[in-house]
């Protein structure tokens, strides 16, 4: 049991990494908030995880609505050990057809209020908690169409170095998982793609993958909990890449085979 008796928040905890990371963590001995929009897959979410479990449903861009919701988590359940920096959207920028409406959108969501998030969260955190970010290889592989998301994973690793140096002197470690595609429902949110289109991004990416797959979030939440455990009690300011490969040694996969 690596987190036994830790409390931790996880937004974005109702679906995909979040969701298996939240799962890891009671097994693994934690309480958990878990935080999302969706009522409906909160609830769910719930069910699964059982009682050690509890949701707070928020709009992580409504800054008040963010605060109010650090503060019930913390009032009803005590102050936290592990802060997982989790929601997040994707979404297509590409050069010469980008909206700025989404643009912007993607920056607010997935760097603007990640940040806050830990600015917000920061009175509830106990002396030498950890904090991990949801990074992503597309912060460094410089993927067509992905402008504005890129820059916020990017932006992401970035101040995570900052505030590994700020937060030190509590003893407060930050970090960043960075993790490769990987199978959960951000592919089709919109459900704007049909089932073969799914399956044919999935192969693609599994091309361009040195092992040869894309990940499963329990492969993500594995990274997270060594992150957030003692046993990296001397890791900070990182960024742990989780990823079949594709950044080390991108012309690994199978599609750069002869
Ligand atoms: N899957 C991948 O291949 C991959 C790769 C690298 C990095 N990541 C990162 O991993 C994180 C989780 O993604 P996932 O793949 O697990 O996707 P997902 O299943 O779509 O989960 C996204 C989560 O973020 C929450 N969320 C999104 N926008 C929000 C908002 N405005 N306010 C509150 N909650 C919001 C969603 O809540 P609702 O469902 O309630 O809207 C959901 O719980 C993201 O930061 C993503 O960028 C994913």
């Known amino acids: ?33 878990i935080t ?37 988590a913390a009032e009803k359940f005590g102050k936290l050990d592990v802060l997982f920096v989790n929601a997040g959207i994707p979404g297509n920028t590409p ?16 760097l603007t209020s990640a940040y806050f998030t830990v600015e917000d969260a920061l009175p509830y955190l106990n002396e030498g908690a950890s904090i991990i970010f949801n990074g992503s290889v597309i912060g ?47 592919w089709n949110r919109d459900g704007s793609r049909t089932e073969e289109q799914v399956s044919g991004l999935e192969k693609w990416i599994s091309g361009t993958v040195p092992l040869g797959r894309m990940g499963e979030p329990e492969e993500i939440a594995k990274a997270v909990l060594f992150l957030a455990s003692d046993d990296a009690s001397y890791v900070q300011g990182v960024e742990l890449f989780v990823d079949g490969g594709a950044t080390a040694s991108p012309l690994g996969g199978p599609m750069f085979r002869q």
């Open 140 to 186: 460094t592989l410089g993927l067509p169409g992905y402008s504005a998301y890129a820059a916020t994973k990017a932006g992401v690793r970035a101040f995570a170095r900052v505030l590994a140096s700020e937060l030190s002197p509590r003893g407060i470690r930050v970090n960043v998982v960075a993790p490769g595609g990987t199978k959960t429902p951000i």
């Open 95 to 110: 050069a010469g057809a980008a909206s700025e409406e989404l643009f912007r959108s993607i920056i607010d969501i997935n």
């Open 36 to 72: 999302g929009r969706n009522q409906k897959t909160i609830d769910e979410a719930l069910q699964l995880l059982g009682p050690k479990a509890h949701g707070i449903a928020v709009e992580i861009t409504d800054s008040a609505a963010r605060k109010a919701a650090f503060k019930e």
């Open 1 to 33: 049991m690596r987190l036994k008796g830790k409390k931790a928040l996880i937004t974005g905890g109702n679906s995909g990494i979040g969701l298996a990371t939240a799962k890891l963590f009671v097994e693994e001995g934690a309480e958990v908030v």
